[in-house]
């Protein structure tokens, strides 16, 4: 890995083709210096268990039931974990892989988000696990931003990935 991103180059690479980063709600609220926020879409709650194996022929994801926002946009989640979607579409090219962090508002409330790498070449609309540790839960609002990408510029190109989850959730 050489660097990060500054908030300028971010600019210029969303603004490129293809945007690194599409779909956001407010440019200038989601640019941060040091990354992009991504903001939440969807909530799902777990319904089965999912199977991982050492051939992905066999791997098996958890089947997944929307929660649904009241009518403000909120949604009352009490603790327990959730999967999130979010609104953004990220188009990471070959030289360029990034890394998320819960924003510092949600761990304040008692909640986390936990990641993968987002692997150089990648392009989608991801999904994250949701912890809410708070006894007394967490209320979310559609759209609210949830936890920042930082992206990391590679010394060189990479075959970019070639995985399972790659396109997902583009509609």
């Not at 500054?6 to 200038?28: A, F, H, N, Q, T």
């Not at 926020?37 to 958890?62: E, F, H, K, Y």
């Not at 946009?73 to 979010?86: E, H, N, R, V």
């Not at 070959?94 to 998320?100: E, F, G, P, T, V």
Request: net charge negative; proline share 5%.
């Amino acid at each position: 890995m050489d660097s990060a991103h500054s908030k300028e180059r971010l600019r210029e690479l969303i603004c490129g083709k293809p945007p690194l980063v599409e779909g956001y709600i407010d440019l200038s609220q989601q640019l941060q210096p040091n990354g992009f926020d991504l903001t939440l879409r969807q909530v799902d709650i777990m319904q089965t268990p999912g199977q991982i194996t050492t051939a992905n022929s066999r791997r098996q994801v958890s089947d997944l039931s929307p929660l649904m926002f009241d009518g403000l946009d909120f949604i009352d989640l009490p603790a327990g974990i959730y999967s999130i979607t979010f609104n953004e579409i990220v188009h990471l090219p070959r030289n360029i892989m990034a890394l998320a962090t819960p924003r510092s508002s949600l761990l304040r409330c008692g909640a986390t988000v936990n990641t993968a790498v987002w692997d150089a070449g990648y392009s989608g609309r991801s999904q994250s696990l949701l912890v809410v540790y708070n006894p007394r839960g967490i209320r979310l609002e559609k759209n609210a931003r949830i936890i920042q990408l930082v992206f990391f510029a590679l010394d060189e190109e990479t075959e970019g990935y070639q995985g399972a989850y790659q396109e997902e959730n583009i509609d």
